[in-house]
């Protein structure tokens, strides 16, 4: 059983500051690849968001570069995402990802947490 809890998400002002967090809750995952944050808002199609890669490395969308910070605590097996300078556009239901190989069969997977929404609004 693979279970990433989020947690963070809630209502800020155009400006404001939201810290997201995603932990993995499981003893069935052999290594991770990569650990991330997607968005959807409503009627708007699933955007990717932030990555943090095993080799240390980050990756973010245009829009959220320079506002948004992931980082990962490796002995936590969680991963969380700083976001300043919130905008309405950021408005959105956050979903934490990760991408691993179960030890079950060691085939790489992406496993989904449920969501946790940030409102930007004044």
């Known amino acids: 059983q693979v279970q990433l809890m989020e947690s963070g998400g809630g209502l800020a002002q155009p400006g404001g500051s939201l810290r997201l967090s995603c932990a993995l809750i499981?003893?069935?995952?052999?290594?991770?690849?990569?650990m991330g944050w997607y968005r959807q808002a409503p009627g708007k199609q699933r955007e990717f968001v932030a990555v943090?890669?095993?080799?240390?490395?980050?990756a973010y969308r245009d829009t959220v570069k320079g506002r948004f910070t992931i980082s990962r605590d490796h002995t936590k097996n969680t991963v969380y995402l700083e976001m300043n300078n919130l905008k309405p556009e950021d408005t959105a239901t956050y979903l934490c990802?990760?991408?691993?190989?179960?030890?079950?069969?060691?085939?790489?997977?992406?496993?989904w947490g449920q969501g946790t929404q940030v409102t930007v609004s004044s």
């Open positions: 499981s003893e069935a995952i052999s290594s991770i690849n990569s």
């Open positions: 990802y990760l991408n691993a190989q179960p030890k079950v069969t060691l085939v790489t997977r992406e496993y």
């Open positions: 943090y890669t095993s080799r240390n490395m980050t």
